[in-house]
């Protein structure tokens, strides 16, 4: 039997046999997972499959966690006393063994092993650059088939641990993320495999919610602030998650951590919309042009999870938490800032969460008592570029208005030479 349900967060109706969907009742609702187990529970195994709140039963590969530890330089640095520290990256010396220097690694782990289990044949995956270099990595590692679409105005931030041949890409020229996204559901429903999901793969957010329960064991308590870069908020969302099922075990704290949620600024609509305090994203700003203004394109979806049910808004509700918009200036000066003080190099995304909790500490949002977590989500790139090989990313180039025939010509062949 297994060991948790999928029941809608609308109308309560607990799901059976169901991979990656919406409830059919309340298709603007997010489904959770619900564990049978009510209490925390690590075996302290190697790596990610030790924690009992994972939709997986019998993990076919191996996968290394983050590492949380309390901070020291930055902490001083900002006046916090209890500054934890989520390191997702490469950092040997800590004890950080992800080659893809990205947390989305605990995503595509997470989400592959539990397609494998539900006898799914292979994914379509669209990304801005981090889920791929993660979905294409583990494709190889488990041997699990994927598809990966990616917008070609982010290849020259992209890289692989393998070559481009061994996993299909396909880039689109002529749109951004979004419409990769657009794509990708059209490649799928030709090649018959499913999309990936986003944000409403169950497996997807429990993955990504793997933070908070490394967190949990190193930490002993929830924490008072949680603070994390947003693009499409399903990691944000899935440490809420998480926290709501810490809070039903009742060892680990009685309160929610605030949600301390940022963007790159001018792109950044789930900011705006939150502080227009509106669940509409279309309050927000959502004009694609903004997009090529920001250093942190990995960010730069135009389809958030915000206004669905389950989504950033209820998050944010749930939490009372905020929303925090910095400029690419304050990016590079967190990034700056936090290699200085912690010793290992940052991605920009990363450097977005940084400069927010600085904003925080300059804002006296946070008391220098409060126990924060910072979700460092990819570092350590320079350091892996110096110690280990890596591929750029040459994909096959098509069109946002690719037609469905074209498609069918273009997989057959691709998938020919893979």
């Known amino acids: 039997m297994s060991h948790f349900n999928i029941r809608c967060r609308e109308c ?14 309340c298709r603007n609702a997010l489904l ?10 690590s075996d302290g195994g190697d790596g990610i499959w030790g924690f009992n709140w994972l939709p997986v039963h019998t993990p076919s590969f191996k996968q290394p966690g983050p590492v949380v530890y ?4 930055l902490s001083a640095y900002l006046g916090l006393e209890n500054l934890y520290i989520a390191f997702n990256g490469y950092w040997p010396e800590k004890g950080a063994g992800l080659e893809t220097c990205t947390f989305k690694e605990f995503e595509a782990a997470v989400v592959l092993q539990n397609a494998i289990e539900n006898d799914v044949q292979g994914l379509i995956v669209a990304s801005a650059g981090n889920t791929a270099r993660a979905f294409a990595h583990l494709s190889v590692v488990s041997g699990f088939p994927v598809v990966i679409v990616v917008p070609t105005m982010c290849l020259t931030e992209m890289w692989y641990l393998e070559s481009s041949s061994m996993v299909p890409t396909f880039a689109v020229g002529d749109g951004d993320y979004s419409d990769s996204i657009d794509v990708a559901r059209r490649i799928a429903l030709t090649l018959g495999y499913p999309f990936e999901g986003g944000v409403k793969n169950i497996a997807k957010r429990d993955g990504l919610g793997i933070v908070l329960l490394e967190a949990v064991s190193v930490m002993g308590r929830l924490p008072d602030h949680y603070f994390q870069a947003v693009g499409s908020g399903t990691g944000a969302i899935g440490v809420w998650e998480m926290a709501e099922r810490f809070l039903l075990d009742a060892r680990f704290g009685s309160a929610l951590p605030v949600l301390h949620l940022a963007q790159n ?11 227009a305090g509106s669940r509409d994203l279309f309050s927000g700003d959502l004009r694609p042009e903004l997009i090529a203004e920001i250093t942190t394109r990995v960010l730069s979806t135009r389809y958030p999870a915000y206004s669905v049910k389950g989504g950033v808004y209820d998050a944010l509700t749930a939490t009372d938490g905020k929303m925090y918009g910095v400029t690419n200036q304050e990016v590079f000066k967190a990034m700056d800032i936090f290699e200085k003080e912690e010793g290992i190099d940052i991605v920009p995304a990363s450097g ?12 006296r949002v946070l008391r220098s008592v409060d126990s924060v977590l910072l979700n460092i989500t990819g570092g350590g790139e320079k350091r892996h570029g110096r110690e280990k090989k890596t591929y750029d990313v040459d994909p096959r180039l098509i069109s946002k208005r690719i037609s469905e025939k074209e498609i069918e010509v273009l997989l057959c062949d691709t998938l020919k030479k893979n």
């Open 265 to 275: 600024l001018p792109f950044a609509p789930m900011m705006k919309a939150w502080q």
């Open 12 to 25: 309560g109706k607990v799901l059976t046999e169901v991979y990656c969907a919406f409830c059919e009742h």
């Open 352 to 363: 977005v969460a940084v400069a927010a909790l600085r904003n925080a500490v300059n804002n």
């Open 32 to 41: 959770v997972t619900e564990y049978k187990e009510r209490n925390f529970r």
């Open 70 to 73: 309390k901070s020291k330089g």
